[in-house]
């Protein structure tokens, strides 16, 4: 283990003091070994909910899930979890009236957050273990691009509850957060800070999903989750024509159960009222988006629109895809 016991300030809050600088909006973090007995619940309802069939095709999410039960697969000499939240864009991206093109998931907009997240956690840390050379600091920033399961890590963080949504909320910033993890080979002296769960009796989230994918509260079945129809599965879209319907103009993931969420309502209208709440500029691949754009664009300009960009996640035969189903969905119904 690294010596990182005897900086003062803390390692922990030279990190967050860190992350703080590079835009992070709340960090914190935690020793594996004092989270582990919280930790075994969470791989628990991991296991239960990969049981339920619930991931899907995500077949990445059973191959790996030894390495999300245990941190040390990961990085072998992992004594602790840094975890940081970044802010996006809470003011609807796309088109909110159907008729004039497709609605996207906020988090799409502007540049790939694996890389913005990553970046500003790794120029965080590295700044830090580079002013303790004696310390010794290794680290492996983790951003939707390993086996971690990052929730867990960010509540036991205390950087917010999971919502009965599934998201992380936190009590000031809400759930328009990306979250970025380090696995670290020291010690933070943490231990687990769990924030109370503030969704009390709400089920707005639930009573909003139009396909109802939140089959309990804490639990989505992606099998049923417009994001994930619209963002994750290949290949023909195995639904009904009422299940299309239910999908509505969403082109690309789907942020409904979090507009429903009080813990954002109140911080979107803000944001409406002064734009500059919303720290992200919109730009990027999702800012030409009328229907009439969207029709005439080749595979080539789609190819290059979404370069950089998180939507490069959805190939361009299921952009077409999403885009003939969104299209028919936001044509007034015909009388027959
Ligand atoms: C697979 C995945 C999806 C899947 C499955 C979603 C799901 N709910 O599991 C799909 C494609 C549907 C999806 C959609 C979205 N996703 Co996603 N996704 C992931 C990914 C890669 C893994 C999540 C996972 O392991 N799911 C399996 C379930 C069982 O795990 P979990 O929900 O994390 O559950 C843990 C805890 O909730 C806890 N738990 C379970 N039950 C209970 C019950 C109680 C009472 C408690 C306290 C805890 C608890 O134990 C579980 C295991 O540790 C993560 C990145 C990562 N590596 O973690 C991003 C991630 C979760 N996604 C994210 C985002 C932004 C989204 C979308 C909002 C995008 C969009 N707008 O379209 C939607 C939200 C839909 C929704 N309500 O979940 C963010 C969430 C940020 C946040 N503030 O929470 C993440 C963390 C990516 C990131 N780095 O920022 N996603």
């Not at 503030?198 to 099998?223: N, Q, W």
Request: net charge neutral; with cysteine; charged share 30%.
């Amino acid at each position: 283990m690294a010596g990182a016991g005897i900086l003062t300030p803390s390692l922990l809050e030279q990190l967050r003091g860190a992350a703080l600088d590079e835009g992070f909006i709340e960090a914190g973090g935690v020793d594996l070994e004092s989270a582990w007995p919280i930790y075994q619940d969470h791989v628990r309802k991991y296991d239960e909910w990969l049981a339920r069939g619930n991931a899907g095709e995500m077949h990445y999410l059973v191959r790996g899930r030894d390495r999300r039960a245990d941190p040390k697969l990961v990085f072998p000499e992992a004594q602790s979890v840094f975890a940081a939240l970044l802010p996006y864009r809470k003011a609807p991206a796309g088109k909110t009236n159907p008729a004039e093109g497709p609605r996207y998931a906020r988090y799409l907009d502007g540049a790939d957050y694996h890389e913005r997240v990553a970046d500003r956690l790794e120029r965080a840390v590295a700044k830090v273990a580079a002013a303790h050379p004696e310390a010794g600091i290794r680290w492996k920033v983790c951003v939707d691009t390993s086996a971690v399961l990052e929730r867990t890590w960010a509540a036991l963080s205390g950087l917010g509850w999971i919502g009965k949504n599934t998201l992380l909320i936190h009590p000031k910033h809400g759930s328009y957060t990306f979250i970025g993890v380090v696995l670290l080979n020291a010690s933070l002296d943490a231990s687990p800070k769990l924030l109370p769960d503030y969704c009390g009796s709400c089920t707005r989230c639930l009573d909003s999903c139009p396909t109802k994918a939140i089959e309990k509260p804490h639990s989505v079945d992606s099998r049923k989750c417009i994001a994930y129809w619209t963002l994750e599965k290949r290949g023909e879209l195995d639904l009904s024509s009422e299940q299309k319907k239910t999908m509505g103009t969403w082109i690309a993931g789907c942020d409904l159960c979090q507009e429903a969420c009080p813990f954002n309502t109140k911080l979107a209208k803000a944001a409406a009222l002064d734009p500059t709440l919303d720290r992200e500029p919109e730009e990027g691949a999702i800012r030409f988006s009328t229907w009439e754009e969207l029709e005439k664009e080749s595979e080539l300009d789609y190819r290059a629109r979404i370069r950089g960009s998180a939507l490069s996640r959805v190939k361009p035969e299921m952009f077409r895809r999403n885009l003939e189903i969104a299209r028919r969905n936001s044509e007034p119904p015909t009388e027959n």
